[in-house]
Each structure stands twice: as structure tokens, then as C-alpha cells.
């Protein structure tokens, strides 16, 4: 099925695409019936809670931010909004293991996070492919290198949800931008995570890919029934994309609101959604916007 297909099978089952988290929950079990595929899909109820809990990063001089909390539901997608060096790169960083913090714990699914884990995957603003594999072969390289043989249909099947299956075997280097994340969102979702922590990874496409690609992403979060943290400095892409928008204040201030955004405005041109906008650059104004 392709994915435009697939849309389209959601609309039919009532959902739009980025009816919140319990809209996911609806969609992702349509699509769990419907796929009978390789299993990627799974409820929304299924997925993850990401915890930090009184979280506090430290870099010399710099404190980043001291006593941070914040909880994204299973399913939901948290949008990290700030001005420039507020810190959003550190905190998903420490979601994601990759860094320590310097107090505080953060917990995904109830366990501790302690280093990076397939279970918790991270897409880039640059896509790091390796260029000397074919698109196919990137996706493939975290099961290999867990040492397991990659599912073929699992592939195959992540290919056509992110729109490569036409490529599959080309080189990298031939790819456009768009279709190098779309590979590099592929080879993330090919280790089946209950979360996906995204970091900018749409800030260097043009527009119209960059909307392509942000309705691709709902659309994918839908169907496989993850949560997701991302990371940007648009505030009309956090507001299209999140369930809720963290907006965090120059360091070392860390998360000073959060704007729960109503799925039902998830439209660029709705009225609402420009409401929802305004409401949202009025408290990035007042943390000090950049
Ligand atoms: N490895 C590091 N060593 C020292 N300071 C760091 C390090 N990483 C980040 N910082 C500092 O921590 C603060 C937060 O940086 P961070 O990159 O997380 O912000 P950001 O909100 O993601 O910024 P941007 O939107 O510009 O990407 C900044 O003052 C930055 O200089």
C-alpha cells in the first residue's frame, strides 16, 4: 500500500492526520488491522511515556537548565520550541542518552535511561547516511548491527511508508535532501523504537519538502503508534506537529510553558490553528524570542 493510500485509508476511518494522541490510538489500530504486514504497526496505547524528572545539565560555566520536568504521553508528540541556545539540542540529547545529565533522571517506558538504545531512536538535522551503502542498506544496518538479520518484509514495508520503495537500491549520494531524511527517518523506524527524539531534522529542506515531509511524519507516528520529542525553532512547524508545545526560555530557564495545542486546528490554514499560532508566539515573546 502506498502511503498515500494508507492517508487515505485513515481519513476513511475517520481519523485526520494528527488527531492527537487518541486519534492515533484509532488510526494506528485501523492500520494494525489493515497492514497484515511485517508488524510495525502498534497502538498508541502501547507506546512509551518519556519522564525527565528534575533534570539539570551543567557544561563548565554554562548551566543549562536546573530542576527541568516534563512528561510526554504515550503516543503524543512534544514539541521542543525555544529561542537559540536555550538548550532544546541538550535536552533531547539527555532523552536520548547521548549525553549524561548533571542531576535528575530521565525514564522512558518506566526504565532509566542511562546511554542511547535502538528502543529510543534519534533522527538528526543532517541525515548521516553511509554513503558507500545503498538506501536499502542503511536501513538495514541497526538489526545488522545488533548482529540480526534484517526482515526483508520489515524493510520493505519502511521503504514504502516513507515514500523510497521506487529507490531502494540507489545510492545515496543521488538522493535529494527530502529523500536522504526520508531514508534517514526509514533506518531510525527500522529498529521498531518506542520513541522517536527528532532534532531539526526538517530545517535544512525547502518548504514545500519540509511540509511534505511534517504530514509524512504524522502520518507515520499514527501508524506505528510511537511517541515522539522534536526539536525545532519554527514556531509554525512545533504547532502543526505537536500535541503539546514546550516552549523553553533562555538558559538557564529550561521549560517555562506548555501549550497544549487542540489536534482539531492541525490544518496551516485553519483560523484556529492561526489562533493557536499566536497564542504560542505570545509566550515564545515573552521567554525572550531570537
Ligand atoms: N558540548 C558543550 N559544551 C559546552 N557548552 C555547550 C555544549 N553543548 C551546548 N552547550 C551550551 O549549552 C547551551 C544550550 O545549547 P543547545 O545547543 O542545547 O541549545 P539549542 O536551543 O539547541 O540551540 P539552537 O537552537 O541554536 O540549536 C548553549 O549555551 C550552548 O553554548
New binding site residues.
Partial sequence: MSIESRAATTDDDGGDSGGGADARADSASAVEQDAGGAGTARSAADAAPVVASDLTKR??E?L?FDGLDLRVDPGEVCCLL??????????LHLLAGLEDPTGGRVEIDGEAVTGPDYRWGVVFQDPLLYPWLSVRENVEIGPRLRGEEPDADHVDELLELVGLDGVADADTADLSGGMAQRASLARTLANDPDVLLLD?PFSALDQLTKMELQDELLRIVDELGVTAVF?T?DIDEAVYLGDRVAI?GP?PAGIEHVERIDSETRSRDDEAFLAERAATFEHLEAVGLE
Avoid at 82 to 91: Q, R, V
Fill in positions: 557544561y563548565d554554562t543549562v525555544g529561542p537559540s541556545g536555550c538548550g532544546k539540542t541538550t535536552l531539526e526539536v525553532h523553553m538558559v
